[in-house]
């Protein structure tokens, strides 16, 4: 049987989601996550116990266990591990994104470095440390612009910021995160660093895409059809296949294209954001994993038999349609996308956003939500009893709602009519608990 390596934190919806993939396909999971080795395995997963912050021991102590336990493929959930996956591919042999692309692509301020010097369009940005006094940018930067952290995702810390007074506010809310016990806990010397960069409008996009040997093979291009204007940048709804007219569609994919090239990645799931405005493509991110949370669900494949023939393949053709972490997987161990093509439907999720903070008590209306033409399923995954936090300073959402449909517009209309059902009954905080986290924060920052 063969064998992947998915390194991941403990907990998580796209770990169970990769189990449930791998026991379709028939390959073993290898877990790698990131806990301490002095417990004996909490989770009964088997996992091997890594420090993400220690990527040379982590590294260290995967190919210990391939030394008995031979690992066919390589696969990264999340940012944090990207590295640590690429380091292992590298030494193993096997196909994979080059450690130092995948240290580019995980650090903003980096990756955008990259960009310019490949003459790609870039926001103008300035570098800070987080501990600096915000009145030295005011000479600086000119409004709009957007204060954000160089190594968080989903728009966690990211705010825009109109004058002067909004960002000092800004800054000193992003500090106040940075320096929180559970980014701190991650011991990463990126988080002593802050972005101001200038606010680029237009419409924004995803494209998840798979390199294979230096080649991309988009499989979706979403539209993110509510404006992400700020003062954050909550991100909802992804419908694909895009609306947009083709000749911008080919633009985004030629800029992802060059963006790829330029950072060094190679081979392997990427996760890209963009906006588009009459000044061209502006490439936000480039991650070197693929989507996150459920948001994997709206996109399913067909394994069309004229393509089987296009490439290489250690496993037997699956029976479509087929998940996105089921295709990752088979890439993992050497089959072609190629021999894959998204399904033909339209297709999109809402990441369904905390309306405020609060203690959640319940959500009503998920079956009324479930009930609404071309939802295909409304997954409520913030538990009653959890502290809801919004963005900037969250990193979750309530959940995700799924509607497939004929075309996109339907497919949008179908997610906004379903989360329309939806109320949630959220108590304020504590007042006690809220002084009493403040304390717990100030005498561990």
């Given at each position: 049987?063969?064998?992947?390596?998915?390194?991941?934190t403990t907990t998580g919806?796209?770990?169970?989601?990769?189990?449930?993939?791998?026991?379709?396909?028939?390959?073993?999971?290898?877990?790698?996550?990131?806990?301490?080795?002095?417990?004996?395995?909490?989770?009964?997963?088997?996992?091997?116990?890594?420090?993400?912050?220690?990527?040379?021991?982590?590294?260290?102590?995967?190919?210990?266990?391939?030394?008995?336990?031979?690992?066919?493929?390589?696969?990264?959930?999340?940012?944090?591990?990207?590295?640590?996956?690429?380091?292992?591919?590298?030494?193993?042999?096997?196909?994979?994104?080059p450690p130092d692309a995948?240290?580019?692509?995980?650090?903003?301020?980096?990756?955008?470095?990259?960009?310019?010097?490949?003459?790609?369009?870039?926001?103008?940005?300035?570098?800070?440390?987080?501990?600096?006094?915000?009145?030295?940018?005011?000479?600086?930067?000119?409004?709009?612009?957007?204060?954000?952290?160089?190594?968080?995702?989903?728009?966690?810390?990211?705010?825009?910021?109109?004058?002067?007074?909004?960002?000092?506010?800004?800054?000193?809310?992003?500090?106040?995160?940075?320096?929180?016990?559970?980014?701190?806990?991650?011991?990463?010397?990126?988080?002593?660093?802050?972005?101001?960069?200038?606010?680029?409008?237009?419409?924004?996009?995803?494209?998840?895409?798979?390199?294979?040997?230096?080649?991309?093979?988009?499989?979706?291009?979403?539209?993110?059809?509510?404006?992400?204007?700020?003062?954050?940048?909550?991100?909802?709804?992804?419908?694909?296949?895009?609306?947009?007219?083709?000749?911008?569609?080919?633009?985004?994919?030629?800029?992802?294209?060059?963006?790829?090239?330029?950072?060094?990645?190679?081979?392997?799931?990427?996760?890209?954001?963009?906006?588009?405005?009459?000044?061209?493509?502006?490439?936000?991110?480039?991650?070197?994993?693929?989507?996150?949370?459920?948001?994997?669900?709206?996109?399913?494949?067909?394994?069309?038999?004229?393509?089987?023939?296009?490439?290489?393949?250690?496993?037997?053709?699956?029976?479509?349609?087929?998940?996105?972490?089921?295709?990752?997987?088979?890439?993992?161990?050497?089959?072609?996308?190629?021999?894959?093509?998204?399904?033909?439907?339209?297709?999109?999720?809402?990441?369904?956003?905390?309306?405020?903070?609060?203690?959640?008590?319940?959500?009503?209306?998920?079956?009324?939500?479930?009930?609404?033409?071309?939802?295909?399923?409304?997954?409520?995954?913030?538990?009653?009893?959890?502290?809801?936090?919004?963005?900037?300073?969250?990193?979750?959402?309530?959940?995700?709602?799924?509607?497939?449909?004929?075309?996109?517009?339907?497919?949008?209309?179908?997610?906004?009519?379903?989360?329309?059902?939806?109320?949630?009954?959220?108590?304020?905080?504590?007042?006690?608990?809220?002084?009493?986290?403040?304390?717990?924060?100030?005498?561990?920052?």
């Amino acid at each position: 049987m063969l064998r992947v390596l998915l390194l991941a934190t403990t907990t998580g919806y796209q770990t169970r989601s990769f189990g449930e993939a791998a026991e379709r396909v028939g390959i073993k999971l290898v877990f790698a996550t990131d806990r301490c080795h002095v417990l004996d395995d909490p989770w009964q997963d088997q996992a091997i116990p890594i420090h993400f912050h220690d990527e040379l021991a982590s590294v260290a102590a995967v190919l210990d266990v391939a030394r008995n336990q031979p690992i066919d493929g390589v696969l990264a959930v999340g940012d944090r591990p990207t590295v640590i996956a690429a380091r292992v591919a590298e030494a193993l042999g096997l196909p994979g994104h080059p450690p130092d692309a995948a240290a580019i692509a995980r650090n903003k301020e980096l990756m955008r470095d990259c960009l310019r010097a490949a003459g790609l369009p870039a926001p103008a940005f300035i570098r800070t440390p987080i501990t600096a006094n915000p009145a030295w940018l005011l000479s600086q930067v000119s409004f709009p612009c957007v204060v954000k952290p160089v190594a968080l995702s989903g728009s966690r810390g990211v705010m825009r910021a109109d004058n002067p007074r909004e960002l000092a506010a800004a800054f000193d809310r992003l500090r106040a995160l940075l320096e929180s016990p559970d980014i701190r806990a991650e011991r990463s010397d990126a988080h002593q660093t802050a972005l101001v960069e200038r606010f680029i409008p237009g419409r924004e996009y995803a494209v998840e895409a798979l390199l294979h040997h230096g080649a991309l093979h988009v499989l979706a291009i979403f539209d993110k059809p509510d404006p992400l204007d700020g003062p954050f940048f909550e991100e909802t709804i992804y419908v694909t296949p895009s609306s947009s007219p083709p000749g911008v569609q080919d633009a985004i994919v030629q800029t992802v294209t060059d963006a790829v090239r330029a950072i060094g990645l190679r081979h392997g799931p990427i996760h890209a954001e963009c906006r588009v405005n009459d000044e061209g493509v502006f490439v936000l991110e480039i991650a070197a994993r693929p989507i996150g949370g459920l948001c994997a669900r709206a996109l399913r494949f067909d394994a069309d038999p004229a393509r089987q023939a296009s490439g290489p393949a250690r496993l037997p053709p699956p029976e479509s349609p087929i998940t996105l972490e089921e295709l990752l997987l088979r890439h993992a161990v050497g089959d072609a996308p190629a021999r894959y093509a998204r399904e033909s439907s339209a297709s999109g999720v809402m990441m369904i956003p905390i309306p405020r903070r609060g203690v959640l008590r319940r959500v009503d209306g998920i079956d009324a939500a479930r009930r609404v033409t071309h939802t295909v399923d409304v997954r409520v995954t913030a538990k009653p009893d959890q502290m809801l936090v919004p963005l900037p300073e969250g990193s979750s959402y309530l959940g995700f709602i799924f509607a497939r449909a004929s075309t996109p517009q339907t497919v949008e209309r179908s997610l906004r009519n379903a989360h329309a059902r939806l109320t949630f009954a959220i108590d304020a905080e504590f007042p006690v608990l809220r002084a009493t986290q403040s304390r717990y924060n100030q005498g561990h920052g």
